[in-house]
């Protein structure tokens, strides 16, 4: 591929559609909503001659740019429809038995193959099924990200007051259920163990940076998990740490030095509370 291939939707007439996929190399696409690189494994879709679009070899790239190309017609309503709800760039796993479909047209290379008007459709049908699976499959892997986004911030802000997964969920418009499956799926643990350890975490910085008592902070945060009354005298600030941290039913890990990092690193050797998790 030479850095003179470069083809533009407002310069082109014939108004087919495009699915260009690729091998080997890079390329670049631009449609309204920005420009893309193409590397191996990503494709895009398009009409020809929609002037918003275009793709070319990128300038300074000394690797040639391989892909695969279908041009095709009679799908233009479908191809508008996939590109408005997903966008136009696609990444394929490159085992898709599609893509390895497409790759065996290449035996055909620089000669003209018949096919029955049912086996087109198949071809073209098939395409455009795989990447409305592949658009729902990103869009649900986007909506999961901002579910656990929103979920970590609601907690980070409101770690004094009370509230519980079920709580949460709700305030997120959620299942219960869907909370808790998409953040052991994001992050590897349960919502009720993030935010435990997140209220314990808070808790130490309070003992380091205040002159409150255990269970002064205990009625600040309003835990869920009961705290029993501490003594009244001044303690040690990581003997409160440790304590605090015992009652809520985690493992403190004590380290040699009782400063901020210490016990940051102490609550993220916490252990799970001795309670079900939602």
């Known amino acids: ?10 310069t082109r007439n014939h108004p087919v559609c495009i699915f260009q996929y690729t091998v080997e190399g890079a390329g670049i696409f ?10 191996k494994g990503t494709g895009f879709l398009c009409e020809a001659n929609d ?29 508008r429809e996939l590109v408005n709800r997903f966008g136009a760039i696609y990444r394929f796993n490159p085992d898709s038995p599609l893509i390895a479909r497409f790759g065996n047209y ?23 099924s795989n990447l409305a ?18 979920a970590r911030r609601f907690i980070q802000t409101h770690l004094e007051e009370n509230f519980n997964v079920a709580e949460l969920a709700r305030k997120l418009n959620v299942s219960q259920a869907h909370l808790s499956r998409v953040f052991r799926k994001e992050l590897g643990t349960p919502p009720l163990l993030y935010l435990t350890r997140e209220k314990i975490r ?6 380091l940076d205040t002159k409150q008592s255990g269970k002064e902070i205990h009625l600040r945060l309003e835990t869920f998990v009961r705290l029993e009354a501490v003594a009244r005298h001044a303690v040690d600030r990581a003997a409160g740490a440790r304590e605090l941290a015992g009652r809520m039913g985690a493992a403190y890990v004590p380290l040699p030095h009782a400063g901020a990092e ?16 939602r």
């Open 1 to 10: 591929m030479t850095s003179n291939y470069a083809f533009e939707g407002k």
């Open 30 to 39: 631009h449609d309204a909503s920005g420009e893309y690189l193409l590397p």
């Open 51 to 79: 002037p918003e679009t275009g793709y070319y070899f990128p300038e300074n790239s000394t690797t040639p740019w391989i892909h695969l190309f279908v041009s095709f017609t009679g799908a233009t309503y479908m191809v």
């Open 106 to 128: 290449q035996r055909y290379a620089n000669s003209i193959i018949e096919v029955t008007p049912g086996e087109g459709a198949s071809i073209i049908n098939g395409l455009l």
């Open 133 to 150: 699976d592949i658009g729902e499959e990103d869009k649900r892997e986007t909506a999961n990200a901002w579910l656990v986004r929103e």
């Open 202 to 207: 808070h808790a130490c910085e309070l003992l």
């Open 262 to 277: 210490g016990l940051s690193q102490a609550v993220r050797l916490a252990t799970a509370p001795a309670t079900p998790a």
